[in-house]
Each structure stands twice: as C-alpha cells, then as structure tokens.
C-alpha cells in the first residue's frame, strides 16, 4: 500500500500536480455529454407538448443570455462543492491527530518537497535527533550511516546472520517516519525475554528478515522505509562488511590494538587513532551520488570515534565530500562520550577529524553554547574557543540542548540553527 505522501501528491486528488491535460481532458468529455444531453432536451421542448409549470422552471420569463448565466453559475458552485468535498472525504484519512486543515496539510507537504537537499553523516542517536528536526523542514534528506556497529541486537544479527547492522538504520528510519505513533513504537520495540529474542529490536529483525527477502541491503531499508512513510533516504557509507578497529594509548605498555566498534569505549584510555579493516573498501554508489548533489553536508552529532568517523574512513566518502560545492557543517556533541572524547573541547573534536581525513573538511562547526547544568552525574562538553581556530574554521556557539535532556540536542533548536547556517551561505 502506498505511504500517505504518495497518495498526496498522487495525480488524481490534487488538481495542478502534473494533470492539467487529464482535467482539460475530462472538461472536454464533460462538455461533449452536456452537449449531447442538451440536444435532446432542446428537441424535447420544441416538439413534445410540455405541461405550463416547464415555462416557470426553464426560466422562459428571462432573457436567454441571463438563463445561461444563472445555470452556468449554479452549475460551477454545484460541481466546486462537490469537488471540495470530494477531496476531503478522500485527504481525510491522512490527517494526523490534531490537523484539521487540508489546507495547511498540502501547503507543508510541498514547501518540504521544495526544501534544501540536505545529507547528515554520522549513527547512533545523535543522528536520529538531527533527523527527527530536519524533516520538518524539508523532505530531501538523506543519512549516511555507518555499518561498524558490532554491538548488541545489530551485532548478534551481523554475526548470526552475516547482514551489516541493521540499529542505526532502524533509528533513522524510526527517526523519519511519518507513520502512527504506534508503527514507529513496534518498529523500535525491544523484545525483553525470550529464546533468542532477548535484547533483538523488532525493527532489526524486520530488516533482516528484509534482506533475505529482497537479497539486498539497500532494497530492504528502502522497503522497510516505505512501510513507515519515511521523509527522505538512508544509506550504508559502504556495504562492505567492516571492522572498527583502534590504536588506544596506554601508559605503561605503549599503544594497543582494539577490535570492535563496541569494544573500543571499555578500554579506559585515550583513543590515539581509529581505522577500519579492511582498508580501502569502497563506498555505496548512492550515498556518493546524494553527496555530491548535496546544499548542506552535516557530519555529526554523534560519537566522534565510533558513529562519524567511521564513515569518513571510507576514503571516497572523505574526498566526495570535500569536493562537494555544499556547505560542510560539523555539529560537536553537547557532552563528552565517556571512553572516547573525556575532557575534549569543541576545538579537540576538530582536530581528532583533520588528524584522520585531513584538513578542509570542514567550512564551520556548530556547537552548544547553554552551560547550564542540572544536578546529574551528566558533564557537558567544554566549548572554550581557541580564537586562533576561530579565524581558520568558524564557530558558530548557540544553546542547543534539549531541556528534558540537557546533555543531548533538541531537535527543533538544532534545525532552526543548520537552516539559518544555510541561509547565510547561500546569500554570501
């Protein structure tokens, strides 16, 4: 069945989308069966006797020019009407809890369909919360996600079933969807017992189930995305099965080697440097393809080791977003990821990115600027500038957090901020 979005913009419910020649068709099919119609209606009234009250209801009292009018009047509200209200009957179905005007529901369907071509690169919930913002503004999205994810529902299907990670796609699609409530809450459903089902996410078994179905990756979140009515695309930066490997720095026995996105946090020292293997693997043609075409290309929020980096370590990812003619943005966590980014400032995670892909990346980095903490074990990210970095990559500091939950974005606050950021680019 069609998503809500495609019978919207189907071209037999909105006039002007694409069937002018299948109305001017239908007026002209229309006007031959009254011709015909009234032919015999005029061959009536001339040669068959007709009782008097005819004369009152044909209207022979008035002038022939002012009956056309009044017909032809009564006429164009009685179909309008009809028109009207046929297409509410039918859009109806598609208003969500709350709408009441079809109006203001068409209006918003298409200023997102005009909205800015937009590609954010990075996994774990940060992207989620970048995309739940965005698609408000615009239905030309598309998330690159990583597939180094090695860790629990996702892990165990990658190693049972030899698919790429299916968590991060399943929280973008849930992120995007414009589906019932209820949809998106199974397809983020969490099994908590069970044989074998303990700990698997409804919708990383909907996935996977999806690639042995389709035999394809892409297909089956392309398929599982138009279950949920999804506003844009989600992508792998690659389909090459990888590992996230690191190099962690220890005191006292030199650097060591760490296997495995999920591993790499629990080591309690310093990440040195982060790389996949195997090396060289090539990138997913589309995700290229979006990124080249893209207005706004946003790395992050996200873990900077594990969810945005990964994606960057895939050298024709790095070297199409710096050619790219978008607008670069970097979104810096609002807080620290413990094992990963402990004690880094905004200015550390920027250099952690040139260290790995090289400078000119990035054109400006966006970061939180409300250091206003509630009492909690939670400590945000410090975002002292270094003015020096300040001239050679702008920082643009805004308070971003989200009030329920002061160590993550609000996704509205931080849309407004990308939009605004965008704007100014294309007006220089």
Not at 53 to 61: A, K, S, V
Request: hydrophobic letters at 45%.
């Amino acid at each position: 069945m069609r998503s809500w979005r495609e019978l919207l913009a189907s071209k037999w419910l909105i006039p002007g989308m694409g069937v002018k020649r299948w109305l001017l068709l239908l007026v002209a099919g229309v006007t031959c069966l009254s011709l015909g119609v009234a032919y015999i209606l005029v061959e009536l009234y001339r040669e068959a006797p007709l009782p008097r009250i005819f004369y009152y209801l044909t209207l022979q009292f008035l002038a022939r020019e002012l009956r056309a009018l009044l017909f032809g009047s009564v006429g164009l509200g009685i179909v309008g009407y009809a028109v009207y209200h046929l297409n509410r009957s039918l859009l109806t179905v598609f208003l969500r809890p709350g709408q009441d005007n079809l109006a203001d529901l068409v209006y918003q369907h298409r200023q997102r369909a005009r909205g800015p071509h937009v590609v954010a690169i990075g996994g774990g919930t940060g992207l989620s919360s970048l995309l739940r913002g965005m698609k408000e503004h615009s239905a030309n999205l598309t998330a690159i996600v990583t597939v180094a994810d090695d860790g629990g529902s996702s892990g165990r299907l990658r190693r049972e079933l030899g698919v790429l990670p299916p968590g991060d796609f399943r929280n973008c699609i849930a992120a995007l969807a414009d589906a019932e409530p209820l949809m998106t809450e199974l397809f983020q459903y969490r099994f908590p017992e069970g044989q074998g089902l303990d700990g698997h996410a409804f919708g990383n078994l909907f996935i996977a189930a999806m690639v042995g179905v389709t035999g394809n990756f892409e297909r089956a979140i392309a398929e599982s995305s138009r279950v949920l009515a999804v506003r844009g695309r989600i992508l792998p930066s690659t389909l090459e099965h990888v590992t996230l490997c690191a190099e962690i720095a220890d005191v006292g026995d030199g650097a060591r080697h760490v296997e495995g996105e999920s591993q790499i946090p629990l080591s309690g020292h310093p990440i040195e440097r982060v790389y996949l293997e195997p090396s060289g693997v090539r990138a997913d043609t589309q995700a290229l393809r979006a990124i080249l075409q893209a207005e706004m290309i946003i790395l992050g929020p996200g873990s900077l080791y594990t969810s945005v980096l990964p994606n960057l370590l895939v050298d024709e990812v790095a070297q199409a977003i710096r050619v790219s003619a978008a607008l670069k943005v970097y979104v810096c966590n609002v807080a620290i990821q413990p094992g990963e980014t402990d004690g880094y400032t905004v200015e550390d995670h920027v250099r952690a990115i040139e260290e790995h892909v090289g400078p000119g990346l990035v054109d400006v980095v966006v970061a939180n600027s409300n250091m206003e903490v509630p009492s909690g074990n939670w400590k945000l990210e410090l975002v002292r500038p270094i003015y020096a970095w300040q001239d050679r990559i702008p920082i643009v500091f805004e308070d971003l957090t989200d009030p329920k939950s002061p160590w993550r974005h609000d996704p509205a606050k931080l849309a407004r901020c990308l939009l605004g950021l965008l704007a100014r680019f294309r007006g220089q």
